[in-house]
């Protein structure tokens, strides 16, 4: 049977898996770079901690994904808990270090010209540093959400949901009718999922990074 073929009649399954794998990563997406902001909020002024903390976080990436999401199902058991526990640190980790990275950034200069207008250090934050740090700070979010979007196709070891289960049923039964065109059908999938977050990434970009930055 043809890749078409396979897909005829199917359509409904497919949008649906499509839509669960697509929900997942922005939602482990949208979960992790809030926390990972929080934290390079929290640490970029102080030299040490934002030092440990970009070490810390290259280091937690070395982390394979299935031993992690392995490990998560002694607590949560199998299904979505663990696989959304599992995305959403591995999305954070880019993050971190973008955050911490483009807030360090922002020049000295720029800071104290703020503070002489009198803004208060929330306000140099929010209206200041924040905005020169955000191309840095997508970038980040970017590199996540295409390693997300691709991660995500492993939980379905633990049944959790999404473009996985096509993809491991049909290597699962190499050989079989449909097999092949199951894991490729999955494949593509992800693919072009991950091509439509990073074009709605690149047009946030547009519509959010001041001009001249």
Same mark, same amino acid.
């Given at each position: ?48 901690? !934002? !030092? ?7 280091? @937690?990436?070395?982390?394979? !994904? ?6 998560? #199902? ?32 922002? !020049? ?11 803004? @208060? ?10 905005? #020169? @740090? ?37 290597? @699962? ?35 959010? #990074?001041?001009?001249?930055?």
């Amino acid at each position: 049977m043809s890749l078409w073929g396979y897909i005829q009649g199917r359509e409904e399954t497919l949008l649906f898996l499509t839509y669960q794998h697509a929900s997942l990563a922005f939602q482990t997406v949208l979960v992790g770079s809030v926390v990972a902001l929080a934290i390079g909020v929290a640490v970029y002024r102080l030299p040490v901690l !934002s !030092s440990l903390t970009l070490t810390g976080s290259r280091v @937690a990436l070395t982390i394979p !994904s299935l031993a992690l999401l392995a490990l998560l #199902i002694i607590p949560f058991g199998l299904g979505v808990t663990p696989s959304f526990v599992m995305l959403a640190f591995f999305a954070a980790m880019p993050v971190i270090g973008s955050s911490v990275v483009g807030l360090r950034s922002v !020049s000295p200069a720029v800071v104290e010209s703020a503070r002489g207008i009198g803004l @208060a250090r929330w306000r140099i934050l929010a209206f200041v540093e924040l905005p #020169i @740090a955000w191309p840095v700070i997508l970038s980040g979010i970017r590199v996540s959400t295409q390693m997300v979007v691709g991660v995500a196709a492993i939980v379905a070891y633990v049944l959790g949901p999404g473009l996985g289960s096509l993809i491991f049923n049909g290597l @699962a039964r190499l050989g079989g009718t449909n097999a092949v065109e199951m894991a490729l059908t999955g494949t593509i999938l992800v693919v072009l999922v991950a091509l439509v977050f990073d074009a709605l990434l690149v047009l946030l970009g547009r519509l959010t #990074i001041p001009k001249g930055l």
